[in-house]
């Protein structure tokens, strides 16, 4: 079993900053992909963000590109997820998801191609 649980979230006006963490448990950390997903009500999942298990690659979403930043800190065992210039169409329940990877350089972009995930941490952006 591998554990996530996210943290960070909360209420923020438009144009500010939250930094979100995911800190994992159980088995090894430092050979998983990790991502971002989050989820609007009605809506599907999402993609947001993803980093391979060395941290030298990442992905983004189009959406969040230039504004979002993810990151890892494999010693700590934790992802973090940076929002900066947050807008009211970020307002998402953010999920932090794991996969087992079979290279360093591997980045997962799609829900189904993770195994593991965090029970969400709630990003609310105001007008």
């Known amino acids: 079993q591998v554990q996530l649980v996210e943290s960070g979230g909360g209420l923020v006006q438009a144009g500010g900053s939250l930094r979100l963490s995911c800190a994992a448990s159980?088995?090894?950390?430092?050979?998983?992909?990790m991502g971002w997903f989050r989820q609007a009500p009605g809506k599907e999942r999402e993609f947001v963000a993803a980093?391979?298990?060395?941290?030298?690659?990442?992905y983004y979403a189009d959406s969040v590109k230039g504004r979002f930043t993810i990151s890892r800190d494999n010693a700590k065992n934790t992802v973090y997820l940076r929002m900066n210039s947050l807008k009211p169409e970020d307002t998402a329940v953010y999920y932090c998801?794991?996969?087992?990877?079979?290279?360093?350089?591997?980045?997962?972009?799609?829900?189904?191609?993770?195994?593991?995930w965090g029970q969400g941490t709630q990003v609310t952006v105001s007008s």
């Open positions: 998801a794991a996969t087992a990877a079979v290279s360093s350089e591997i980045v997962v972009v799609t829900t189904s191609g993770y195994d593991y």
């Open positions: 159980g088995r090894t950390f430092s050979n998983y992909a």
């Open positions: 980093i391979s298990w060395s941290g030298g690659s990442t």
